[in-house]
Protein backbone atom coordinates (compact mmCIF):
# COMPACT_ATOMS: atom_id res chain seq x y z
CA UNK A 1 0.00 0.00 0.00
CA UNK A 2 1.64 3.93 -0.75
CA UNK A 3 1.58 6.41 1.47
CA UNK A 4 -1.56 8.40 1.94
CA UNK A 5 -0.98 12.01 -0.30
CA UNK A 6 -1.04 12.71 -3.61
CA UNK A 7 0.65 10.06 -6.41
CA UNK A 8 1.27 11.44 -10.02
CA UNK A 9 1.87 9.62 -13.29
CA UNK A 10 2.37 9.48 -16.87
CA UNK A 11 0.67 6.17 -17.07
CA UNK A 12 -2.70 5.84 -18.33
CA UNK A 13 -3.16 2.30 -17.50
CA UNK A 14 -1.64 2.77 -13.82
CA UNK A 15 -4.10 5.80 -13.32
CA UNK A 16 -7.08 4.57 -14.52
CA UNK A 17 -6.39 0.64 -12.16
CA UNK A 18 -6.14 2.50 -9.43
CA UNK A 19 -8.59 5.72 -10.02
CA UNK A 20 -10.96 3.93 -12.54
CA UNK A 21 -13.94 3.22 -9.79
CA UNK A 22 -13.54 6.48 -8.14
CA UNK A 23 -14.28 8.25 -11.17
CA UNK A 24 -17.22 5.83 -12.02
CA UNK A 25 -18.52 6.20 -8.28
CA UNK A 26 -20.32 9.67 -9.44
CA UNK A 27 -20.44 9.63 -13.14
CA UNK A 28 -22.37 12.78 -13.69
CA UNK A 29 -20.04 14.89 -11.44
CA UNK A 30 -17.23 13.45 -13.45
CA UNK A 31 -18.78 13.80 -16.54
CA UNK A 32 -15.53 16.02 -18.05
CA UNK A 33 -12.64 13.59 -16.56
CA UNK A 34 -14.77 10.30 -17.84
CA UNK A 35 -15.40 11.43 -21.03
CA UNK A 36 -11.61 12.81 -21.81
CA UNK A 37 -9.93 10.12 -20.00
CA UNK A 38 -11.83 7.78 -22.80
CA UNK A 39 -10.95 9.50 -25.68
CA UNK A 40 -7.40 9.13 -24.17
CA UNK A 41 -7.39 5.57 -23.66
CA UNK A 42 -9.09 4.84 -27.14
CA UNK A 43 -7.67 6.91 -29.70
CA UNK A 44 -4.22 7.98 -27.65
CA UNK A 45 -2.63 10.70 -25.96
CA UNK A 46 -2.45 14.19 -27.71
CA UNK A 47 0.45 13.56 -30.03
CA UNK A 48 1.21 16.92 -31.10
CA UNK A 49 1.63 18.01 -27.51
CA UNK A 50 5.08 18.50 -26.41
CA UNK A 51 4.30 18.17 -22.76
CA UNK A 52 2.69 14.50 -21.69
CA UNK A 53 -0.53 14.45 -19.89
CA UNK A 54 0.16 14.16 -16.07
CA UNK A 55 -2.47 12.43 -13.69
CA UNK A 56 -2.97 12.46 -9.89
CA UNK A 57 -4.70 10.90 -7.77
CA UNK A 58 -4.93 11.67 -4.09
CA UNK A 59 -4.97 8.33 -1.62
CA UNK A 60 -6.12 7.93 1.98
CA UNK A 61 -5.85 4.08 2.80
CA UNK A 62 -5.45 2.28 -0.81
CA UNK A 63 -8.63 4.24 -2.08
CA UNK A 64 -8.78 7.14 -4.44
CA UNK A 65 -10.44 10.46 -2.89
CA UNK A 66 -9.98 12.64 -5.65
CA UNK A 67 -7.87 13.20 -8.99
CA UNK A 68 -6.41 15.57 -11.30
CA UNK A 69 -4.63 15.64 -14.89
CA UNK A 70 -3.34 18.16 -16.70
CA UNK A 71 -3.50 18.19 -20.70
CA UNK A 72 -0.55 19.32 -22.94
CA UNK A 73 -2.51 22.45 -23.30
CA UNK A 74 -1.50 22.97 -19.63
CA UNK A 75 -5.42 22.68 -18.44
CA UNK A 76 -5.38 21.91 -14.97
CA UNK A 77 -8.95 19.71 -14.30
CA UNK A 78 -9.66 18.59 -10.69
CA UNK A 79 -12.66 17.08 -8.93
CA UNK A 80 -13.88 18.08 -6.07
CA UNK A 81 -11.28 18.83 -3.38
CA UNK A 82 -11.70 21.02 0.27
CA UNK A 83 -10.03 23.86 0.47
CA UNK A 84 -7.36 22.45 2.44
CA UNK A 85 -6.99 19.38 -0.69
CA UNK A 86 -7.03 22.52 -2.90
CA UNK A 87 -4.25 23.99 -0.51
CA UNK A 88 -1.79 21.00 -0.45
CA UNK A 89 -2.26 20.27 -3.50
CA UNK A 90 -1.34 23.89 -4.87
CA UNK A 91 1.68 23.35 -2.62
CA UNK A 92 2.49 19.94 -4.09
CA UNK A 93 2.66 21.00 -7.64
CA UNK A 94 4.39 24.42 -7.18
CA UNK A 95 7.33 22.30 -5.35
CA UNK A 96 7.66 19.93 -7.99
CA UNK A 97 8.15 23.13 -10.33
CA UNK A 98 4.43 22.41 -12.84
CA UNK A 99 2.93 25.22 -14.23
CA UNK A 100 -0.31 25.55 -15.61
CA UNK A 101 -2.61 28.04 -18.24
CA UNK A 102 -5.54 27.71 -15.95
CA UNK A 103 -8.20 25.34 -13.78
CA UNK A 104 -11.44 23.82 -14.21
CA UNK A 105 -13.42 22.04 -11.84
CA UNK A 106 -16.88 22.56 -9.71
CA UNK A 107 -16.85 26.16 -8.52
CA UNK A 108 -15.69 25.77 -5.03
CA UNK A 109 -12.63 23.65 -5.92
CA UNK A 110 -11.76 26.26 -8.91
CA UNK A 111 -11.65 29.25 -6.66
CA UNK A 112 -10.29 27.47 -4.00
CA UNK A 113 -7.61 26.07 -6.11
CA UNK A 114 -7.09 29.16 -8.12
CA UNK A 115 -6.33 31.03 -4.66
CA UNK A 116 -3.93 28.86 -3.47
CA UNK A 117 -1.94 28.75 -6.59
CA UNK A 118 -2.03 32.76 -6.53
CA UNK A 119 -0.57 31.87 -2.63
CA UNK A 120 1.91 29.79 -3.68
CA UNK A 121 3.20 30.76 -7.17
CA UNK A 122 1.88 34.66 -7.35
CA UNK A 123 -0.18 33.64 -10.87
CA UNK A 124 -3.22 35.85 -10.36
CA UNK A 125 -6.36 33.83 -11.57
CA UNK A 126 -8.82 35.18 -13.61
CA UNK A 127 -12.25 33.50 -14.75
CA UNK A 128 -12.94 32.47 -18.39
CA UNK A 129 -15.50 29.94 -18.31
CA UNK A 130 -19.07 28.70 -16.31
CA UNK A 131 -21.75 26.47 -16.59
CA UNK A 132 -23.92 24.78 -14.83
CA UNK A 133 -24.16 21.05 -14.96
CA UNK A 134 -27.78 19.45 -14.96
CA UNK A 135 -28.69 16.01 -14.65
CA UNK A 136 -32.02 14.39 -16.81
CA UNK A 137 -34.47 13.27 -14.34
CA UNK A 138 -37.81 12.31 -16.01
CA UNK A 139 -37.40 13.15 -19.60
CA UNK A 140 -40.67 15.63 -20.33
CA UNK A 141 -40.48 16.25 -24.45
CA UNK A 142 -41.97 20.07 -25.09
CA UNK A 143 -45.50 21.02 -26.05
CA UNK A 144 -45.75 21.04 -28.74
CA UNK A 145 -43.67 18.84 -30.53
CA UNK A 146 -42.53 20.55 -33.90
CA UNK A 147 -43.12 18.96 -37.07
CA UNK A 148 -40.58 16.59 -38.50
CA UNK A 149 -38.03 13.93 -36.92
CA UNK A 150 -34.60 13.09 -36.01
CA UNK A 151 -31.89 11.30 -37.79
CA UNK A 152 -28.83 9.63 -37.26
CA UNK A 153 -25.82 12.02 -38.72
CA UNK A 154 -23.62 10.01 -41.28
CA UNK A 155 -20.61 10.48 -42.96
CA UNK A 156 -22.61 12.49 -45.67
CA UNK A 157 -23.42 15.07 -43.01
CA UNK A 158 -19.77 15.78 -42.25
CA UNK A 159 -19.04 19.19 -43.77
CA UNK A 160 -22.08 20.78 -42.18
CA UNK A 161 -21.58 19.13 -38.98
CA UNK A 162 -18.05 21.08 -38.84
CA UNK A 163 -19.72 24.21 -39.74
CA UNK A 164 -22.54 24.13 -37.02
CA UNK A 165 -19.93 22.98 -35.10
CA UNK A 166 -17.59 25.90 -35.13
CA UNK A 167 -20.48 28.16 -35.40
CA UNK A 168 -21.40 27.22 -31.71
CA UNK A 169 -17.72 27.96 -30.96
CA UNK A 170 -17.95 31.37 -32.04
CA UNK A 171 -21.24 31.32 -30.36
CA UNK A 172 -19.62 30.53 -26.97
CA UNK A 173 -15.98 31.58 -27.28
CA UNK A 174 -14.41 28.54 -27.72
CA UNK A 175 -11.34 29.65 -29.35
CA UNK A 176 -9.38 26.15 -29.01
CA UNK A 177 -11.59 24.59 -30.94
CA UNK A 178 -12.21 26.99 -33.43
CA UNK A 179 -8.27 26.83 -34.20
CA UNK A 180 -8.64 23.06 -34.76
CA UNK A 181 -11.33 23.02 -36.78
CA UNK A 182 -9.81 26.05 -39.11
CA UNK A 183 -6.69 23.95 -39.20
CA UNK A 184 -8.30 20.27 -40.30
CA UNK A 185 -8.21 18.87 -37.37
CA UNK A 186 -11.52 17.57 -36.85
CA UNK A 187 -10.48 14.42 -35.08
CA UNK A 188 -8.11 16.36 -32.85
CA UNK A 189 -11.14 18.84 -31.80
CA UNK A 190 -13.40 18.08 -28.88
CA UNK A 191 -16.32 17.09 -31.21
CA UNK A 192 -14.59 14.66 -33.29
CA UNK A 193 -15.65 11.33 -31.01
CA UNK A 194 -19.13 12.83 -30.94
CA UNK A 195 -21.94 10.62 -31.99
CA UNK A 196 -24.21 13.43 -33.49
CA UNK A 197 -28.38 13.52 -34.11
CA UNK A 198 -29.91 15.98 -36.56
CA UNK A 199 -33.75 17.31 -36.26
CA UNK A 200 -35.15 17.81 -39.90
CA UNK A 201 -38.15 19.13 -41.37
CA UNK A 202 -40.61 16.84 -42.89
CA UNK A 203 -38.79 17.70 -46.51
CA UNK A 204 -35.81 16.70 -45.06
CA UNK A 205 -33.98 20.04 -44.17
CA UNK A 206 -31.22 20.01 -41.16
CA UNK A 207 -32.52 22.60 -39.04
CA UNK A 208 -30.68 21.59 -35.60
CA UNK A 209 -28.53 19.28 -34.35
CA UNK A 210 -26.97 17.62 -30.76
CA UNK A 211 -24.71 15.56 -30.55
CA UNK A 212 -23.44 13.24 -27.18
CA UNK A 213 -21.10 11.38 -26.11
CA UNK A 214 -19.82 7.43 -25.89
CA UNK A 215 -21.02 5.66 -22.67
CA UNK A 216 -18.72 5.95 -19.73
CA UNK A 217 -19.84 4.39 -16.56
CA UNK A 218 -23.33 4.79 -17.76
CA UNK A 219 -22.68 8.12 -18.32
CA UNK A 220 -23.57 9.80 -21.40
CA UNK A 221 -23.18 14.09 -22.06
CA UNK A 222 -24.95 15.38 -24.60
CA UNK A 223 -23.01 18.12 -26.13
CA UNK A 224 -23.15 20.43 -28.16
CA UNK A 225 -27.01 21.49 -29.07
CA UNK A 226 -26.84 23.91 -31.30
CA UNK A 227 -29.42 25.73 -33.98
CA UNK A 228 -28.28 28.41 -36.51
CA UNK A 229 -29.52 31.51 -35.33
CA UNK A 230 -32.55 32.45 -38.06
CA UNK A 231 -33.48 29.27 -37.37
CA UNK A 232 -34.15 29.30 -33.18
CA UNK A 233 -37.46 30.08 -31.63
CA UNK A 234 -39.17 27.14 -33.43
CA UNK A 235 -38.73 24.15 -30.97
CA UNK A 236 -36.02 22.60 -32.51
CA UNK A 237 -33.28 22.90 -30.47
CA UNK A 238 -35.77 20.70 -27.78
CA UNK A 239 -36.93 18.10 -30.13
CA UNK A 240 -32.76 17.54 -30.91
CA UNK A 241 -32.26 17.13 -27.36
CA UNK A 242 -35.54 15.30 -26.49
CA UNK A 243 -34.35 12.69 -29.51
CA UNK A 244 -30.28 12.83 -28.18
CA UNK A 245 -31.69 12.19 -24.72
CA UNK A 246 -34.24 9.31 -25.48
CA UNK A 247 -31.15 7.32 -27.52
CA UNK A 248 -29.45 7.65 -24.57
CA UNK A 249 -31.38 5.99 -22.63
CA UNK A 250 -32.57 3.22 -24.37
CA UNK A 251 -29.04 2.70 -24.70
CA UNK A 252 -28.73 2.25 -21.04
CA UNK A 253 -27.84 5.27 -19.88
CA UNK A 254 -27.30 5.89 -16.36
CA UNK A 255 -26.84 9.16 -16.15
CA UNK A 256 -27.57 11.89 -19.15
CA UNK A 257 -26.27 15.13 -18.27
CA UNK A 258 -25.74 18.62 -20.19
CA UNK A 259 -24.21 21.74 -19.18
CA UNK A 260 -25.84 24.78 -19.83
CA UNK A 261 -24.88 28.49 -19.58
CA UNK A 262 -27.01 29.97 -16.23
CA UNK A 263 -26.74 33.45 -18.10
CA UNK A 264 -28.19 31.97 -21.06
CA UNK A 265 -32.17 31.88 -19.31
CA UNK A 266 -33.48 31.09 -22.67
CA UNK A 267 -31.58 27.76 -22.65
CA UNK A 268 -31.52 27.08 -19.47
CA UNK A 269 -35.33 26.90 -18.50
CA UNK A 270 -35.65 24.77 -21.83
CA UNK A 271 -33.61 21.79 -20.45
CA UNK A 272 -35.54 22.15 -17.15
CA UNK A 273 -38.94 21.73 -19.04
CA UNK A 274 -37.08 18.72 -20.62
CA UNK A 275 -36.46 16.91 -17.09
CA UNK A 276 -32.75 18.37 -16.48
CA UNK A 277 -32.01 19.23 -12.74
CA UNK A 278 -28.75 21.08 -12.02
CA UNK A 279 -26.31 20.01 -10.02
CA UNK A 280 -23.83 21.99 -9.53
CA UNK A 281 -21.85 25.32 -11.03
CA UNK A 282 -18.35 24.56 -13.24
CA UNK A 283 -15.64 27.36 -13.36
CA UNK A 284 -12.91 27.78 -15.15
CA UNK A 285 -9.69 30.10 -14.41
CA UNK A 286 -6.91 31.18 -17.02
CA UNK A 287 -3.46 32.30 -15.02
CA UNK A 288 -2.10 35.50 -15.89
CA UNK A 289 1.09 34.08 -15.45
CA UNK A 290 2.59 31.26 -14.50
CA UNK A 291 5.51 29.74 -11.93
CA UNK A 292 8.39 28.92 -13.61
CA UNK A 293 9.18 25.40 -14.06
CA UNK A 294 11.89 23.50 -11.66
CA UNK A 295 15.39 23.69 -13.09
Known amino acids: ?76 TLTTLSPEQADSLAAHLAGLGHSFSGVTADHDTATAFAEAWQRHTGAAPVRDWGARL ?47 IDAGDWAGSRFGDRHFTLWETPDGTPVSMAASTSMVGGMVRVDPVYTPAQLRGRGYAGAVTVETSRAALAAGATDVVLFADPANLTSTALYQRLGYIPLTDFTGYGFSSAAPEAG
Open 1 to 76: MRPDGWHLTEDLDDFLARAGEFLRSRPALHTTPLTVIEKMRTRGADASGAEATVFGGLERGGEVHAIFYRLPSRRL
Open 134 to 180: HRLGTLTPQEPFPKGSGRVAGEQDREQLVRWCREFCVDVGEDRSIDL
